[in-house]
């Protein structure tokens, strides 16, 4: 039987490593087969995280707790879920574990900021997209702090939004696991969200783009009004600009994590992208879809003039068309 690894690049992920690196990690290899501009990375797979929290010799008791629990009862979820977190973030990486993530990091680059991601095998699936249940470290530099966020990912599997989104789904709490996404770190002057079919309106022809300065992680919080472009793909063009007022900015620190900025009067009402970098987006946001075969929506930012991809999920909430399609 072949040996599973502890971690994988996303060069060695496609589609069909889901069971391995959760729906995150699998759509980044699979975008990246495709040619598509997503900065490097590797997985810490599930595979790591079972032999992790099979080390924790409270998890069985855990996991029977967790099934007892009723999905209403939202104070004994949260009263397990906090135990849960606090036991794991004491356990130690098994060292086998933790050498594979540092050769792996090592290999990438020592020296670059990190984003490290959680990638739950229950999240963005085609009929399951439940974006934000898990953690995020962004701007992670070292060693030290690339494992700490790796062991803090695999805890927040056991979030109560987490908890509550496998038991409302029919999910075995057991049977979930997590992978970790460790990707080099666009510093970005714009980031946002695009949706290749306008959420909105369900228009399959439209689409949708939030953009605002710095890290998306402020427009994600809902910390800013972010500006809002409409692009009809049929002619590729810009049909409606409504400009948001974007207070604050989150920048990356020099010696790693991040930091809120007030944005000065003049940035706050200015619009953040412009009629060539709207159009762009809607053209790669397209060219994601074809590949997927459904409408997506994608986490995107902008360094240095260049477009980068940080994930792709499928939009869930749109109504199904008709089949067949009308003639008209």
Not at 305 to 321: A, D, G, N, V
Request: some cysteine; glycine content about 6%.
């Amino acid at each position: 039987m072949k040996e599973i690894p502890y971690t994988l690049p996303f060069s060695k992920i496609s589609a069909a490593d889901l069971p391995l690196v959760g729906g995150k990690g699998a759509n980044l290899g699979e975008m990246l087969h495709a040619r598509f501009p997503v900065p490097p990375g590797f997985c810490v797979t599930t595979q790591a995280f079972r032999k992790f929290v099979a080390s924790c010799p409270q998890m069985e008791h855990f996991y029977a707790a967790l099934e007892r629990t009723s999905t209403d009862d939202l104070v004994a979820t949260r009263k397990i879920g906090e135990e849960i977190r606090q036991t794991l973030h004491a356990v130690p990486i098994p060292d086998d574990i933790a050498t594979a993530v540092r050769q792996s990091w090592l290999h990438l680059g020592p020296n670059d900021p990190y984003a490290v991601r959680s990638s739950a095998t229950a999240e963005d699936l085609p009929q399951a997209s439940f974006a934000g249940q898990q953690d995020t470290y962004l701007n992670v530099q070292g060693e030290t702090a690339v494992l700490d966020a790796v062991r803090r990912c695999w805890a927040s599997l056991f979030t109560d939004r987490a908890i509550l989104y496998r038991q409302q789904n029919g999910f075995s709490h057991e049977e979930v696991a997590l992978s970790v996404v460790v990707q080099q770190m666009v510093l970005p002057e714009i980031s946002g969200i695009l949706f290749t079919a306008d959420p909105v309106t369900q228009h399959r022809h439209i689409c949708s783009i939030d953009a605002s300065y710095g890290l998306g992680e402020a427009l994600v919080a809902g910390l800013v009004s972010a500006d809002l472009y409409r692009v009809d793909t049929r002619n590729n063009e810009l049909v409606e600009v409504k400009v948001g007022e974007k207070k604050l900015a989150i920048r990356p620190l020099p010696a790693g994590g991040t930091q809120q900025e007030v944005l000065s009067d003049d940035l706050r009402t200015a619009q953040v992208l412009t009629l060539e970098q709207a159009t762009a987006l809607a053209t790669l946001g397209k060219k994601i879809e074809a590949h997927y075969g459904r409408p997506q929506d994608i986490e995107w930012a902008i360094a240095q003039e260049k477009i980068y991809l940080l994930q792709t999920r499928p939009i869930t909430t749109l109504f199904p068309r008709p089949e067949p399609g009308p003639s008209d």
